[in-house]
Nanobody
Framework: QVQLVESGGGLVQAGGSLRLSCVASGRTLSNYAMGWFRRAPGKEREFVGRITWGGNTDYAGSVKGRFTISRDNAKNTVYLQMNSLKLEDSAIYYC????????????WGQGTQVTVSS
């Protein structure tokens, strides 16, 4: 079993930056891709981006160029660097782990709140 714990959320002004972390425990995330998702009030959960075990990334169009995902496999940690934050980035952000043989994410964190103010 894998436990994922996000941290780093908070209140930030528009245009500012935050870095979220997601630490995995319970087992190594060897070969797992890691995704970031978010859910804003009254909206469906949406994909933010993901990173493969080897470090390849892809992003939702709404965050491309502003957000960067990285990982430190030795620390079992994934990061989401968010720059040029906009009001519409306010949401609960979740990390998730995807085994290479799975079609759905296997493990999810509890989420961390990001609020962007004007």
């Amino acid at each position: 079993q894998v436990q994922l714990v996000e941290s780093g959320g908070g209140l930030v002004q528009a245009g500012g930056s935050l870095r979220l972390s997601c630490v995995a425990s319970g087992r190594t995330l060897s070969n797992y891709a890691m995704g970031w998702f978010r859910r804003a009030p009254g909206k469906e959960r949406e994909f933010v981006g993901r990173i493969t075990w080897g470090g390849n990334t892809d992003y939702a169009g709404s965050v491309k160029g502003r957000f960067t995902i990285s990982r430190d496999n030795a620390k079992n940690t994934v990061y989401l660097q968010m720059n040029s934050l906009k009001l519409e980035d306010s949401a609960i952000y979740y990390c998730a782990a995807l085994h290479p043989t799975s079609s759905n994410y296997n493990y999810w964190g509890q989420g961390t709140q990001v609020t962007v103010s004007s």
